[in-house]
């Protein structure tokens, strides 16, 4: 059961982080400009410059002189793309909010693509999927393949491989992304935790256009271990599990040179004794240890406040449209108003 979605679509937010991208910006923002003017709905712009060192901010200034429909959402440092993202949404007013990076290696051409299909589909979410990932290693494509793989096993909700940020959302999966505040902010997997009806669009993802990654190993493999760390508390698990049966072995080892011990006697002198002493303490402490590692996974999830569900729609029953009418009607606690009358 699916309601129409936005049929009453009319405005759009573009949502753009840029870090350090004087290079690209005036040709993206020019090739946006000409997909969003031949665009049927009202657009804004918001650039999030998230503490740029360069000149951004500066050309951002420019561009916003320059055409009106451009905002500009200045953070006071870098933050990372992820929080820029953040608050790029939270200050977009469009009906539809877009997603895309500054350096044009996703088309800003397959806004219109995106936005169409979301209306055809009625779908909450359409993401673009890449197709290929053309300039890149093989090393980078493997290690991507193996990171989704292994989301696909551990994670919550199953994150679509090969997509990236880029996408078009309506207001009710914005809203959605809105509520999740959490501090470790893995865009990918907060994006697909809302649910919704969200639709795959493939296409061809270029290489950077001009300036620099700001990716190297070393943040990829950060963002990858956060995406495991931030999504489940299978690694807390597992060396929990690990812990329980290592510790189990210790016991039954300890249980062992006991037996032996009094079988055959004690050949060397305090061995057996040093060692089950040593072999029941390892032993409990990686229980504790696993034991603090539940509680621990229990606060983690917690201290997301993340909400418990969305709702797509509720169609309720004869009895609950009943509840709901009396519930406008005054109670006890509320009693209706009318003037006092005294005798
Ligand atoms: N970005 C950002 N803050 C950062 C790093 C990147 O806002 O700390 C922006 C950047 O300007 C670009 C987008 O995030 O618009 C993607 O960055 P990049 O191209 O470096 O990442 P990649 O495409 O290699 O994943
Ligand atoms: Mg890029």
Redesign the pocket.
């Known amino acids: 059961m699916t309601s129409a979605q936005n049929p009453q679509a009319k405005t759009l937010s573009v949502v ?4 350090n ?1 004087e290079d690209v910006l005036e040709t993206f923002h020019a090739r946006l400009a000409a997909v969003l003017t031949d665009l049927s709905l009202d657009s804004e712009v918001l650039y ?1 410059n ?1 503490g740029s060192e360069d000149r951004t901010l500066e050309i951002l200034a420019r561009l916003r002189g320059e055409d009106a429909r451009v905002g500009v959402v200045n953070l006071s440092r ?1 933050f ?2 992820e929080i ?1 993202l953040t608050a790029g949404i939270d200050h977009a007013v469009g009906d539809l909010v877009v997603l895309i ?3 044009l ?1 996703d088309p800003p051409e397959l806004i219109p693509d995106l936005v169409s299909l979301l209306q055809e589909q009625e779908a909450d979410v359409v993401y673009a999927q890449r197709i290929e990932r053309e300039g890149e290693t093989w090393f980078k494509k493997a290690t991507a393949s193996a990171f989704y793989r292994l989301m696909r096993h551990v994670g919550e909700v199953p994150i679509p491989p090969n997509t ?1 940020d880029f996408r078009v959302m309506n207001r009710r999966a914005v809203e959605g992304v809105k509520t999740l505040r959490e501090r470790h902010r893995f865009m990918k997997g907060i994006l697909t935790w809302v649910g919704f009806k969200q639709v795959a669009l493939p296409y061809r993802r270029a290489p ?1 256009e001009a300036g620099e ?3 190297n190993y070393w943040k990829l493999w950060n963002f990858a271990l956060d995406g495991v760390t931030s999504a489940t508390i299978s690694p807390l698990r597992i060396s929990s599990y690990v812990g329980a049966v290592i510790a189990g072995l210790a016991f039954i080892y300890g249980i062992w040179v006991i037996i032996r011990t009094l079988a055959f006697g004690d050949p060397v002198q305090g061995w057996p004794s040093l060692a089950v002493i040593v072999l029941f303490l390892g032993g409990m402490q990686l229980l504790v240890l696993g034991l603090i590692g539940e509680y621990l996974g229990r606060l983690f999830n917690e201290s997301k406040f993340r909400p418990l569900y969305l709702l797509d729609q509720v169609a309720p029953s004869s009895l609950g449209t009943a509840a709901a009418e009396s519930a406008k009607r005054p109670t006890l606690a509320s009693p209706p108003e009318r003037p006092l009358s005294v005798g």
């Open positions: 753009v982080p840029a870090y991208e999030v998230d870098n990372g793309k820029a990076d500054a350096d290696q990236g950077r990654t700001k990716w």
